[in-house]
């Protein structure tokens, strides 16, 4: 009996502490602690370009470019938004190759680069820009002294690539629903937490064009994360359509499958948001133990922890 109460109590603790750990395994264990070999060059669409055997450029319009990377496993893109008068960098990718020669390519203007959030494969790493801006977080500011940012291993997430985890040195701190205005283009910075704690996006308040980063985007979205929350993610939902017009394009970080850019629509998010409220009332069924794959729509799946991790309860991040 004594050989049976032991054995059931240590098997309790073995997997308290997988769950307790579990992100860690998740990521730590089944890496090699390097990036992935680059992929083939595959035929692109006839709108866009390279700009060496490793960036692809797409013109959105006049005064908007996409940088995508469509050689990392990933499918990164990063924004290039350009006013008369400065321009914002949104997303660098994992810097694998410098994404500057490519903006400076683009345009003369001042740049100011925005990480929509500090994941290792957005964030440029050892690449230095001469303007840094991020979201202001009252946890953020707390650490960071000097306006030095020290990312953590949950923020950052690089270690499954061998890549270590920056100091940001951040020159400006942008407010929630704060404006950002480029010349004759203002940019709204909506906090649309779910993805990280620290997700943002950009709306462009004239053409209503969204920039939304890791919150969404064609493929599966990652709820599962260390700093990933259901609630926030429903929250993150409810303020991109509070904003959105009806017709907005969204362009996501990340693309499924190529051709193409990662582009989804207002219709989109409806469905998250839907698909959100049905996965925290146990109306739609998920398939798949850790993480937990639910369907959105046909463009979209978010993949969760199961049930009975998900956290509900929307993080004020004081």
């Known amino acids: 009996m004594k050989k049976l109460v032991f054995a059931v109590l240590l098997t309790t603790s073995f997997v308290m502490l997988a769950v307790w750990q579990r992100h860690f ?45 469509p050689r990392y496993y990933q499918q990164n893109f990063s924004y290039l938004i350009l006013g008369t008068e400065s321009a914002i960098l949104f997303d660098a990718g994992p810097g694998l190759r410098d994404i500057r020669p490519v903006t400076n390519s683009l345009t003369d203007l001042p740049i100011t680069f925005i990480p929509s959030h500090f994941h290792y494969d957005h964030i440029g790493n050892t690449i230095t820009f001469e303007n840094v801006a991020v979201i202001d977080l009252p946890y953020l500011r707390r650490r960071a ?27 400006e701190w942008l407010p929630i629903n704060s404006s950002l205005d480029l010349g ?31 919150f969404i985007y064609p493929g599966a979205l990652y709820a599962f994360l260390p700093t990933s929350n259901m609630g926030d993610y429903l929250v993150g939902a409810e303020t991109l359509l509070e904003n959105a017009k009806f ?30 409220i049905a996965i925290k009332n146990r109306e739609l069924e998920g ?32």
């Open 247 to 276: 017709d907005a394009e969204l362009y996501g970080a990340h693309r499924s499958s190529a051709p193409g850019l990662p582009l989804l629509a207002t219709e989109d998010v409806l469905d998250l948001r839907a698909a959100l």
């Open 145 to 171: 002294e000097s306006n030095s940012l020290k990312l953590t291993w949950a923020e950052h997430l690089g270690s499954s690539e061998g890549i270590a985890a920056p100091t940001l040195e951040i020159d």
């Open 184 to 214: 004759e283009r203002v940019l709204q910075v909506l906090y649309t937490p779910g993805h990280t704690e620290d997700s943002v996006s950009l709306l462009d308040t004239k053409s209503g064009m969204i920039f939304s980063g890791d």
């Open 287 to 318: 398939s798949g133990i850790f993480p937990r794959m639910y369907k959105v729509n046909e463009r979209l799946d978010i993949l969760a922890e199961p049930s009975w991790l998900q956290n509900w309860v929307p993080d004020s991040k004081d």
């Open 25 to 69: 395994l998740l990521f730590e264990l089944p890496g090699s602690s390097a990036p992935p070999p680059l992929l083939d060059v595959v035929e692109e669409s006839g709108s866009s370009y390279w700009y060496d055997d490793y960036f692809l450029v797409d013109q959105i319009d006049s005064q908007t470019f996409a940088i995508g990377e």
